[in-house]
C-alpha cells in the first residue's frame, strides 16, 4: 500500500506514476469531481494535509521547491476525472535531464514503499 496516512476526509498516498521522487496525492474520501462540491471540512482538512505532508516531505527530502495543483476534468489533463485529488510534487534545482525532454521518460530510482515508509516515520516527529 501506497498510502501513508488516513484522516477523516482524506487520505495521502505516493503515486504509483510519479512525476518526481516524493510525489504525493491528496484525495478526499468522496468521489467527486467538481471542487466546488467539497464541504467546509474537506476543504479544510485538504489544505491542513497539504501543509503537513509538505513538512514530512522536507523533513525526509530536503526538496528545494514543491509544485502543487489539481488537473480538474479530462481536458485539464485528469488520469482520473472523476475523482479530484491535489498532488505536491517535490522539486529540486536541475531534477529535469535529457530523459524526459528527448526521451519522453522519467527515471525515478527509488523504491516508494521505502520513501512511504520514511513519510510515515516523519510524520511522528513534526
Known amino acids: 500500500s501506497l498510502i501513508v496516512r488516513k484522516n477523516k476526509y482524506t487520505y495521502t498516498m505516493l503515486n504509483l506514476f510519479p512525476y518526481n521522487s516524493g510525489h504525493l496525492m491528496i484525495i478526499p474520501f468522496r468521489h ?60 529540486w534545482i536541475g531534477d529535469t535531464n535529457f530523459m524526459p525532454s528527448i526521451g519522453e521518460v522519467k527515471i525515478i530510482s527509488q523504491d516508494l514503499l521505502d520513501l512511504r515508509n520514511k513519510l510515515v516515520e516523519a510524520l511522528e516527529h513534526i
Open 32 to 91: 467527486i469531481s467538481d471542487f466546488t462540491e467539497l464541504n467546509a471540512g474537506e476543504t479544510e482538512e485538504l489544505m491542513n494535509e497539504t501543509g503537513i505532508m509538505i513538512k514530512a516531505l522536507t523533513y525526509v527530502m530536503k526538496p528545494q521547491g514543491f509544485n502543487m495543483g489539481m488537473n480538474i476534468g479530462k481536458a485539464a489533463g485528469a488520469g482520473i476525472d472523476s475523482h479530484l485529488h491535489l498532488h505536491i510534487v517535490p522539486r
